[in-house]
């Protein structure tokens, strides 16, 4: 089964406005959650990561909140912009205890920010 | 900020060839890993490769691949026979150290098996 389950393929915000893109982890042994941005035919590249022992992060416009109880993390975007179009990938694993971090991936949530 | 670079960006071949990806990692990265993506699904784990040898490999990681970085040239991925679902996206990443360190990602490399 899908260990890492993004439920929303496509989420579409106007120009300044919140979005909310979700993620849903099966594994209570991952300890790192991290959000990617993928252009088509890109390299996905780090946004922004979290370690299990915080509930949230901030960097500038993006927050992620980690719900360990729920199994569960978001990534908020304040004031979105046209550019933040993309696909956001959300990935889980485990760092710690010397794990050698393979990355478990969702499917991915494409975002599509309008004037 | 650091690149990784994947050669050929597309490759198509006939079923049972040989193929070789090749991979560019960041220069004094130490971890280098391969994830695939059939279309329409997501990433998936299938190697990663420290000190010259394979540290973890995921059960899509078949016989038939194989991963190598002789004298610190390029970091490739073999696949040899290949076969129909070996169809797929290849990412390459590296990260300087294992646990929580960042990977950095190529821009994969498209394969198509005909």
């Known amino acids: 089964g899908q260990q890492v389950k993004q439920s929303s393929p496509s989420l579409t915000v106007q120009e300044g406005g919140i979005s909310i893109l979700n993620c849903d982890y099966e594994n209570d042994m991952f300890d790192y959650f991290a959000w990617y941005k993928k252009y088509p035919d890109n390299s996905p590249t780090l946004l922004i990561s979290v370690r299990s022992n915080v509930d949230k992060r901030e960097d500038g416009r993006l927050t992620v909140f980690l719900n360990k109880s729920g199994k569960h993390f978001s990534l908020h975007i304040t004031a979105s912009q046209p550019e933040d179009t993309a696909v956001y990938l959300c990935?889980?694993?485990?760092?710690?205890?010397?794990?050698?971090?393979?990355?478990?991936f969702g499917q991915g949530t494409v975002l599509s920010v309008i004037p | 900020g650091p690149k990784v670079l994947q050669i050929p960006s597309h490759q198509i071949i006939d079923m049972g060839q040989m193929v070789t990806l090749n991979c560019d990692p960041v220069?004094?990265?130490?971890?280098f890993y391969w994830y695939k993506q059939i279309l329409g699904q997501q990433m998936e784990f299938l190697v990663n490769f420290y000190n010259g040898k394979v540290m973890e490999k995921s059960k899509l990681f078949k016989d038939q691949f194989s991963v190598e970085r002789p004298d610190g040239s390029y970091f490739t991925l073999k696949i040899q026979p290949t076969a129909l679902e070996d169809s797929a996206v290849y990412f390459c990443?590296?990260?300087?150290?294992?646990?929580?360190?960042?990977?950095?990602f190529g821009p994969g490399t498209r394969l198509t098996v005909l």
């Open positions: 220069s004094n990265h130490l971890y």
């Open positions: 990443a590296s990260s300087f150290a294992r646990g929580h360190a960042e990977q950095f």
């Open positions: 990935a889980a694993g485990k760092g710690a205890t010397g794990g050698n971090n393979k990355l478990t």
